[in-house]
């Protein structure tokens, strides 16, 4: 996915919330920390639960299994544990629509 691709409604990512989109199998995360929109696996690299289920506070993504917090900024995480990086996405806005494209690719 290294074009921009629709992924949602503007409307569908107010401030402080976050949504998982399904981009053809790949998971990613929209989280928007006051007006600025972040993108990311969605996917967590612990267990595999959904991060929108998480929990959103500015930049940093709580995961609502075991409690891995993820940095939307750089894709990595704070845990007891090493976790693999979640991969990193553009987000933009065009009219009512957001698009996403995977980070270097
Ligand atoms: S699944 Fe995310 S911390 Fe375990």
Known sequence: ???FKKATKVSAVPAGKMVTVDMGGEKVLIANDGGTYYGIGAVCT???WDLSEGALGGTKVTCAGHGAVWDLATG?????????DE???DVKVEG??????????
């Open 96 to 105: 009512e629509d957001l698009y996403v494209r995977r980070r270097g690719r």
């Open 76 to 84: 990595k995480a704070e845990f007891d544990e090493d976790l693999p």
């Open 46 to 48: 612990h267990e595999e």
């Open 87 to 89: 991969p990193l996405y």
């Open 1 to 3: 996915m290294s074009e």
